[in-house]
């Protein structure tokens, strides 16, 4: 059960920024949201996560709305290499608790 | 940091055959997971660890599939015997006692005919 619903597919401008959502309206208070990727032939890579406030990183950023039912990833100058399916998964940060990936959203950038 | 090693990348093996894959999670990583995925079912948890210790192995599709993990710097995935339909990736991947996510291997491409 992966609790989050995100696109099926999206595309992207080359430069231009890419803004992926996610809903996930059932969150708990202490669920994390985290962010995957997938490119093509490789192992998901961690993105980025947060629990209630914005985050930042050197790849993306990471806008959770008030209430926490959604979030969006935001890659700010995308590039080809950014093609790949993104996973947003909620989960409990301290535990050993799996990982349960969707189906997710795969992102292509247009040259 | 290597990252997670896993081997061998790619199997090809007949249907029947005993498979066994392999996975070196990074130094100081207490959990290790072993997932499967396929163009059916993405990406499936099959079974992880906890100081060599499996916690939850519910994922694993039947007893054919078995894993271990000896000791904090190997573990093993094994099928036997190997059957068409367990044709798939399969990704190892660890992650500290309370770190910010897992880190993947490359992957196995495992292949039954």
């Known amino acids: 059960d992966a609790k989050t619903t995100q696109p099926t597919s999206m595309d992207c401008a080359e430069g231009r920024a890419a803004n992926l959502p996610c809903n996930h309206s059932t969150i708990s208070g202490n669920e994390y949201v985290y962010w995957y990727r997938q490119i093509h032939s490789q192992g998901p890579q961690y993105i980025i996560h947060g629990l209630k406030n914005n985050e930042t990183n050197e790849m993306a950023s990471l806008i959770i709305t008030e209430d926490r039912k959604s979030s969006t990833l935001i890659l700010p100058h995308a590039t080809l290499r950014d093609t790949a399916v993104y996973y947003c998964i909620v989960r409990l940060h301290y535990t050993g608790n799996q990982f349960y990936f969707g189906t997710g959203t795969s992102l292509t950038v247009i040259p | 940091d290597a990252g997670v090693i896993q081997s061998p990348r790619h199997e090809v093996t007949e249907m029947g055959q005993e498979v066994t894959l392999r996975c070196k999670p990074i130094s100081g990583h207490d959990y290790l997971f072993w997932y499967r995925q396929t163009m059916m079912r993405g990406l499936e948890l099959l079974i992880y660890?906890?100081?060599?210790?499996?916690?939850?192995d519910s994922g694993m599709p039947e007893d054919r599939f078995s894993a271990k993990m000896p000791n904090a710097s190997f573990s093993t995935l094994k099928i036997q015997p190997s059957e068409p339909r367990d044709s798939a990736v399969y990704f190892c991947?660890?992650?500290?006692?309370?770190?910010?996510?897992?880190?993947f291997g490359s992957g196995t491409r495992l292949t039954v005919v």
């Open positions: 991947a660890s992650s500290p006692q309370r770190g910010t996510g897992y880190t």
């Open positions: 660890f906890n100081n060599n210790v499996p916690i939850d």
